[in-house]
């Protein structure tokens, strides 16, 4: 994104992102968090082509993004999943329709990848057949196998219980880590953003622009005990005193959801 400007109904009071710049790091899980309301999932709109900015380039390999296309797919925080089809039918469907691949190759490569993720056996269930955990990491499969230049995730996890969050995490990181994709990946939750990250993007309150890049130095494969780690708690109040500053001005402004001031205060006194 280059010096993007995004504006709703030319109103002042619309404007989401001002001056907005940062570039997705080829090969590297980068995230996205900021404020409630601050406009992410609007970004992951204009990467993916499903919006155009008001001003400012939108660029993948130095080519203007004018709309949707394959080398940007999109994990939502709604399941997608057609409910007619089974798992392995909902997985080969991109590939098998955009002629990508042909449907006993693509039905190969699923399973690999679905017995990656823990649902081998779960290959020929409809989706009302899984629990959210399991529909999340089938919509993972079904995006990987498009073999998208970059992956962008709008808080996947999002209304999923604790411990099938934590469990997702390990399910992503286990994929990304194996397969190196492109990501940027989105979300309200500070432990999840550092846990992940290479780069943490960090937005202000609206008009939003890049308040700051942190580089995540933890080291790869990642496990759920790192975030007792010494280094991991010092690279989350880093990210937390941005944060809050930012989730103090979108709240005195009218956000419509305290959500990650809450997170912001409730978790900032557990790691002082």
Same mark, same amino acid.
């Given at each position: 994104?280059?010096?993007?400007?995004?504006?709703?109904?030319?109103?002042?009071?619309?404007?989401?992102?001002?001056?907005?710049?940062?570039?997705?790091?080829?090969?590297?899980?980068?995230?996205?968090?900021?404020?409630?309301?601050?406009?992410?999932?609007?970004?992951?709109?204009?990467?993916?082509?499903?919006?155009?900015?008001?001003?400012?380039?939108?660029?993948?390999?130095?080519?203007?993004?004018?709309?949707?296309?394959?080398?940007?797919?999109?994990?939502?925080?709604?399941?997608?999943?057609?409910?007619?089809?089974?798992?392995?039918?909902?997985?080969?469907?991109?590939?098998?329709?955009? @002629?990508?691949?042909?449907?006993?190759?693509? %039905? /190969? !490569? #699923?399973?690999? &990848? *679905?017995?990656?993720?823990?649902? +081998?056996? $779960?290959?020929?269930?409809?989706?009302?057949?899984?629990?959210?955990?399991?529909?999340?990491?089938?919509?993972?499969?079904?995006?990987?196998?498009?073999?998208?230049?970059?992956?962008?995730?709008?808080?996947?996890?999002?209304?999923?219980?604790?411990?099938?969050?934590?469990?997702?995490?390990?399910?992503?990181?286990?994929?990304?880590?194996?397969?190196?994709?492109?990501?940027?990946?989105?979300?309200?939750?500070?432990?999840?953003?550092?846990?992940?990250?290479?780069?943490?993007?960090?937005?202000?309150?609206?008009?939003?622009?890049?308040?700051?890049?942190?580089?995540?130095?933890?080291?790869?494969?990642?496990?759920?005990?790192?975030? @007792?780690?010494?280094?991991?708690?010092?690279? %989350? /109040? !880093? #990210?937390?005193? &941005? *944060?809050?500053?930012?989730?103090? +001005?979108? $709240?005195?402004?009218?956000?419509?959801?305290?959500?990650?001031?809450?997170?912001?205060?409730?978790?900032?006194?557990?790691?002082?």
């Amino acid at each position: 994104m280059r010096s993007v400007h995004m504006a709703y109904g030319g109103e002042p009071g619309k404007i989401v992102l001002d001056d907005c710049s940062f570039t997705v790091t080829r090969g590297r899980l980068n995230v996205l968090i900021g404020p409630s309301g601050c406009g992410k999932t609007t970004v992951v709109n204009l990467l993916a082509g499903y919006e155009r900015p008001t001003a400012g380039e939108v660029l993948l390999d130095g080519e203007a993004v004018t709309g949707p296309g394959s080398s940007r797919l999109v994990v939502f925080q709604e399941t997608a999943l057609f409910p007619w089809l089974t798992v392995i039918g909902n997985v080969t469907f991109g590939p098998v329709v955009r @002629g990508t691949m042909k449907r006993a190759a693509a %039905k /190969r !490569e #699923a399973r690999a &990848l *679905l017995e990656m993720v823990g649902l +081998k056996d $779960f290959a020929d269930k409809h989706p009302m057949q899984l629990s959210g955990g399991m529909q999340r990491r089938a919509e993972l499969v079904r995006a990987m196998i498009n073999k998208p230049k970059v992956m962008l995730m709008d808080e996947p996890f999002r209304g999923l219980d604790a411990m099938t969050r934590k469990l997702m995490q390990e399910h992503y990181l286990r994929l990304f880590e194996e397969d190196g994709r492109t990501n940027l990946f989105v979300t309200s939750e500070l432990d999840e953003a550092v846990f992940l990250a290479d780069r943490l993007i960090v937005l202000t309150n609206r008009p939003t622009r890049v308040k700051q890049i942190i580089e995540i130095d933890l080291p790869r494969p990642r496990d759920i005990a790192m975030l @007792g780690s010494k280094r991991f708690l010092e690279l %989350k /109040r !880093e #990210a937390l005193n &941005l *944060l809050h500053e930012e989730a103090v +001005k979108a $709240f005195g402004a009218g956000a419509t959801s305290a959500y990650d001031l809450v997170e912001a205060v409730g978790r900032r006194s557990s790691i002082r």
